[in-house]
């Protein structure tokens, strides 16, 4: 259980235009979920944090209007990269907190990780 | 602003050998600390979490330490083998489910 997917695992894209990559719960609620981006030889950073039917939180030096983030709903958050440019390109991995754990039936603070989107904008 | 560093960034041992990977925070004020593996190109596999009550946890040949008030981890990997080749990540808990990473230790374990 507790598995986390991203679509599409890679996907190449034109200078200006817009990329959406899909993460979802496949056999869990997720009302908080993350999204985090990789640099070559670099560690993961957070960007934002997506709640279910609000805002996200974006963290400091992020560009909400550049990368849109929706949690339409309990099993599904979405970013969006717009007008891609080639600095853009990055691995973006995201993660879930499962509800249980927001709950507080969870001794531990798990949050599960996404096989990762490879995003290269030429 | 918690900043989390990890020692060595690259380690290449033959298969066998037991190994040490190192993880340092500035902030002592954490929730858990977790160790990471992460083949290329893929995403993360959560191997051992340790809550900041707690001392080590293991799991199988793998074993985590956590020192909180002097900031530092252990991995400890015995009898290493090929496929334990990876990069190790270490993240801090800093907020409830806000982790910050560290930068990584890529490791070889040659036949």
């Known amino acids: 259980g507790a598995v986390v997917s991203q679509h599409p695992s890679w996907v190449i894209c034109k200078s200006g235009t817009s990329v959406k990559i899909e993460c979802r719960s496949l056999d869990f609620q997720a009302t908080t979920m993350f999204w985090y981006r990789q640099f070559p030889k670099q560690s993961l950073m957070l960007m934002a944090t997506?709640?279910?039917?609000?805002?996200?939180?974006?963290e400091q030096g992020v560009e909400k209007d550049k990368f849109l983030i929706n949690h339409a709903s309990l099993t599904l958050s979405t970013l969006t990269v717009t007008s891609a440019h080639p600095e853009d390109s990055s691995f973006y991995i995201c993660?879930?907190?499962?509800?249980?754990?927001?709950?507080?039936?969870?001794?531990?603070?798990?949050?599960?990780f996404g096989p990762g989107t490879r995003l290269t904008v030429l | 602003k918690q900043e989390v560093t990890q020692i060595p960034a690259a380690l290449s041992v033959p298969e066998g050998e037991n190994l040490v990977l190192n993880c340092s925070f500035t902030?002592?004020?954490?929730?858990?600390l977790q160790w990471f593996r992460q083949d290329p190109g893929k995403g993360l596999t959560s191997l051992l979490l340790i809550q900041s009550s707690q001392r080590e946890q293991t799991s199988g040949r793998l074993n985590a330490s956590l020192d909180k008030s002097s900031g530092r981890s252990t991995l400890y990997i015995a009898a290493s083998q090929p496929g334990d080749s990876a990069t190790y990540l270490c993240a801090v808990s800093t907020g409830f489910q806000k982790l910050v990473f560290g930068t990584g230790t890529r490791l070889l374990v040659s036949p």
């Open positions: 993660s879930a907190t499962p509800d249980w754990v927001l709950a507080g039936r969870s001794s531990y603070n798990e949050q599960f």
């Open positions: 902030d002592s004020a954490i929730y858990n």
């Open positions: 997506s709640n279910e039917g609000s805002k996200a939180t974006y």
